[in-house]
């Protein structure tokens, strides 16, 4: 991937999402970090549906959040809006790859795993005690790839 830093990954990532958004028919506007947890707003063309969107980008490996955004919850009842949509950059020309989670479930996997790992180490963090970070592998979100149905954003799902 060049030698991009981190901020010109993470809106390169940005940028990629709003292009397929628009690409597959929505509208989107980035924040650029003007706007804390939301980076894309997206809505679908008569403007009767609106998704909040995270994004995550990577170039190798994992991608990265903290603990916090982490919490135990369930699947909501009503239509769910906010997503976090996981980019996986690739050296050019190959496309990024696409992971579209709604917010729910992987707020829910981050608490499930970080509970996970502490009951691996004794109840508290094997190296850097005080560290909230926290690293996505691809394996828990496989699931999700290319699931821009779930946005409801499109006609043609």
Do not use: C
Request: a positive charge.
């Amino acid at each position: 991937m060049g030698k991009a830093n981190t901020q010109q990954v993470s809106r390169a990532g940005e940028h990629f999402v709003a292009a397929e958004l628009h690409r597959r028919g929505a509208y989107a506007v980035t924040f650029a970090g003007n706007m804390p947890r939301i980076d894309i707003l997206a809505t679908n063309t008569d403007q009767t549906r609106t998704t909040a969107i995270q994004v995550k980008t990577m170039t190798a490996r994992t991608w990265q959040t903290s603990i916090t955004r982490g919490r135990k919850r369930e699947k909501p009842t009503e239509e769910e809006t906010h997503f976090w949509i996981f980019v996986e950059l690739k050296k050019p020309p190959a496309s990024p790859d696409f992971y579209v989670v709604p917010e729910w479930w992987i707020e829910n996997d981050i608490h499930r795993a970080h509970a996970e790992y502490l009951a691996r180490h004794g109840g508290q963090r094997a190296v850097s005690k005080e560290s909230t970070h926290h690293a996505i592998q691809r394996s828990r979100i496989e699931q999700w790839r290319d699931r821009w149905d779930l946005l409801g954003l499109f006609t043609d799902g």
